[in-house]
Every structure is written in C-alpha cells, then in structure tokens.
C-alpha cells in the first residue's frame, strides 16, 4: 500500500513554544491530506482538512489560530501548533488517500508540553 | 450525521476462540466502511473494507468482517484468536462517498485482549 511518514515521532516542548510536525506522502500524490488527534485511551478525533495549495477545512471546535496547517506540495503537509501549552499534550496523526483507496496514516507523533 | 458506533470497550477472549468486535453505522447514501488495527504509540494499519458486493468481506492477518445492511452492522471477527490480536480496533466510515477527499471517521475504539 501506500505509504505516508510523519515527522517527529515525539516531540517535547516548553509551554509558549510553537511545535511543527509534518506529514508526508512517499510515493504518491495527496491533494488533501487529514490531521486527526488522539486522547489516551480515546478515539481519533479528525481536526481538518489539508488541501494543496488552499485553506485547510476546521472541524468544529478546533481553534484555526492554534492549529495552523500549510499544504503547500503535493506530498507535504505540516501541522503547526502555535504558543503550545499543556492542554496540546496529544498524540497527532495523519493521513492520505489515493483515489478508490482505503486511508493511509502516518505513524504518529507524541507532543508532550510542558 | 454520519457515526459508527462500538458498543464494547473491550472484549476479552482466550486464545483460540473465535473472536468478534462489533460495530454499527449511521450513514447516508452507500456505507463504505473499514476496519483499522492501532498497536500502543503507533498510527493506525488497515485491515479491510467494505465498498460494494459480497458481504462477507476478508482482510489481513485471518480478519474478516460481515456487512450486515438491514441491521447497519460491520462486525469484525476472526476464527480462531491469537495472543499478537491484542490492541485496538477502529471500525470507521469514508463520508462523502469514497473520494480521496472523503473524511474518515472513526467509532470510539474496542480493545481486545487475548489470553494465552
């Protein structure tokens, strides 16, 4: 299958700091890319939409300013969590999809803030 | 609104048995609904899906799933359990429609455990 790399695995940062993880397509081409969040224990819960070239699409609740995301290649996109605080500590991960296809995830990262 | 539902949190069976995760959905239009594996601190491996035709679908590592239309049922089941079966399991629906840029979204997760 296809396969999607994320980057970093974890990640630990200090409160205030802004923390950047990407999201990469290996051999294939993903005009939209997805950003999932995952409490302990819990389910994914999708945060937007990565579109190339355009806006990113917010689920409800998720703060834009906060999560800022830039999909600016065909096989990259990056997640950006701004004035990262505790609260942020999740672990993130991504996803793209060939046409016809099932999803594909990235690996995870673990962002601890402390 | 489109969901998926796991009732179990966790299941626990021994190794050997048949095992069975259950799931059910709540879509518009034609459900295209997957099954996914996630092990501690890792992303999520797919394991099948339902798109269109028999209704007993097969996947990997011995899974299978039956699509179930007049119950809106995806149940996960396998034969025959293994102790390396233990993690966690998504049952998840691809809404609108089964595009690229269709989102994935994900029931609430089922544990299982296996005992040796």
């Known amino acids: 299958g296809a396969v999607v790399s994320q980057h970093p695995s974890w990640v630990i940062c200090k409160s205030g700091t802004s923390v950047k993880i990407e999201c990469r397509s290996l051999?294939?081409?993903?005009?939209?890319m997805f950003w999932y969040r995952q409490f302990p224990k819990q389910s994914l819960m999708l945060m937007a939409t990565s579109n190339e070239g355009s806006k990113a699409t917010y689920e409800q609740g998720v703060e834009k300013d906060k999560f800022l995301i830039n999909h600016a290649s065909l096989t990259l996109s990056t997640l950006t969590v701004t004035s990262a605080h505790p609260e942020d500590s999740s672990f993130y991960i991504c996803s793209a999809r060939l046409v016809g296809t099932e999803a594909f995830f990235g690996q995870g990262t673990r962002l601890t803030v402390v | 609104a489109q969901s998926v539902a796991q009732p179990e949190d966790q299941v626990n069976v021994a190794e050997g048995n048949p095992l069975t995760v259950k799931c059910t959905y709540s879509?518009?239009?034609?459900?295209?609904l997957f099954w996914y594996v996630q092990y501690p601190n890792r992303g999520l491996q797919f394991l099948l899906k339902y798109i269109t035709g028999d209704n007993l679908v097969k996947g990997s590592y011995g899974f299978e799933a039956e699509f179930n239309k007049s119950q809106t049922s995806f149940h996960l089941k396998k034969p025959s359990a293994l102790v390396s079966d233990s993690a966690l399991y998504f049952c998840?629906?691809?809404?609108?429609?089964?595009?690229?840029?269709?989102?994935?979204?994900f029931g609430s997760g089922t544990r299982l455990s296996i005992r040796p």
């Open positions: 051999d294939f081409q993903a005009t939209t």
């Open positions: 998840a629906v691809s809404y609108p429609g089964y595009s690229s840029a269709s989102k994935i979204i």
């Open positions: 879509v518009s239009g034609n459900p295209y």
